[in-house]
DNA sequence: TCTGCGCTTGTGATATTATAACATAACCAA
DNA sequence: TTGGTTATGTTATAATATCACAAGCGCAGA
């Protein structure tokens, strides 16, 4: 598992982006350059980033982001603006006080939907 | 918008799954009844089902489940056990304590995968 | 240096999930 | 009874994601 080119262009791509992308805009992006890209490409470039901790996807939009606290491997808390696509990454909520007893969570889906400061 | 047999149906294949079940698999079990069952048939009905607060997408797993607070149209944790399938749903999570000052939440995916007490 | 193994990428096909667009039918109020 | 609204039927296609197998690359050890 290490860090190669093409992945570092998807994370790049990410980056520069600074906002959810679908993985069919990184093809395309990709193809602009290369030519040659195709979906097992980014798909697998995606699938190395977020088991290392570089990206996330945002499940409820089929999407992709950097992840903006790099070398952070946990769930993180998304805040998703639905007007200007902003996302706010935040780490380290509390286990919720009331899940169910004798559950082990092992990874967390949390993403709120709604208007950023700028946006009301 | 009304419940009508159709969507009765649907509501009734999601509560006697009693776990979360993908779109194509109701519409598999539709077919078997009905045959001339279609995607949008099975879409529309979740759709509806959802805006009424009866049911809810699984956001990481692109399946559904009836919901278990029937009437309730807030957000829900779901607490989803890997190796049985169940889903224990909670509601009532007090709002995020370090959620981005000025964000106005309208939705919320809070997900959380892992063991139930069951399972391990 | 060579060889073999594991990881990475290329490539074509296909599976899965979801929606668009338009036609028909059912319901119900005026 | 008629006209508008909501619901369903039907065909096609879009969008998202994975499988399977081949080829390349990089490096540890012979």
Redesign the interface.
């Known amino acids: 598992m290490r860090m190669t080119p093409l992945r570092r262009n998807v994370l790049a791509l990410l980056v520069k982006a600074g906002e959810p992308v679908k993985a069919y805009d990184l093809l395309d992006q990709m193809r602009s350059e290369d030519g040659s890209a195709k979906p097992p490409t980014v798909y697998r470039s995606l699938d190395f980033l977020m088991e290392v901790g570089l990206a996330h996807k945002v499940?409820?939009l089929n999407a992709y982001i950097a992840c903006a606290h790099c070398h952070d491997k946990g769930g993180a808390?998304l805040?998703i603006?639905?007007k200007c696509g902003s996302v706010?990454e935040?780490h380290?909520?509390?286990e919720?006080?009331?899940?169910?007893?004798?559950?082990?969570?092992?990874?967390?889906?949390?993403?709120?939907?709604?208007?950023?400061?700028?946006c009301?």
């Open positions: 499940e409820a808390e805040y603006c639905g706010d935040r380290g909520a509390p919720p006080l009331n899940a169910p007893t004798g559950f082990e969570t092992q990874r967390s889906v949390v993403e709120h939907y709604g208007l950023c400061a700028k009301h």
